[in-house]
């Protein structure tokens, strides 16, 4: 059984950090491209940070570059992203993500809720 479980979200205020984690299980995780998307409040989900299955490439999205990392340990089928200088409108829900290209395989996560107070 495929599983992605988040941890690490929560209510911080602005300039605050957080780290969000994410562990596979269930799939060949060294296998599988990972991202972080996210839900803001009346928008759609968003990709916020990818990052290949060895770990050697990433990408971000404008408004988070620089202030967030993404990051994998593949011996602990685990994923994170590190969260600086937080701004309101970071305000969403996150998901995790892994996707494999070719194999039309693609998990979810449940979310975890990351609030942002100004």
């Known amino acids: 059984q495929v599983q992605l479980v988040e941890s690490g979200g929560g209510l911080v205020q602005a300039g605050g950090s957080l780290r969000l984690s994410c562990v596979g299980s269930?799939?060949?995780?060294?296998?599988?491209?990972m991202s972080w998307y996210r839900r803001r409040p009346g928008k759609e989900r968003e990709m916020v940070a990818i990052?290949?299955?060895?770990?050697?490439?990433?990408r971000y999205r404008d408004s988070v570059k620089g202030r967030f990392t993404i990051s994998r340990d593949n011996s602990r089928t685990r994923m994170e992203l590190q969260m600086e200088r937080l701004e309101p409108e970071d305000t969403a829900v996150y998901y995790c993500?892994?996707?494999?290209?070719?194999?039309?395989?693609?998990?979810w996560g449940e979310g975890i809720q990351v609030t942002v107070s100004s």
């Open positions: 993500n892994a996707w494999r290209i070719g194999y039309h395989l693609d998990y």
């Open positions: 990052i290949s299955n060895t770990g050697d490439n990433t």
């Open positions: 269930g799939f060949s995780f060294s296998d599988f491209g």
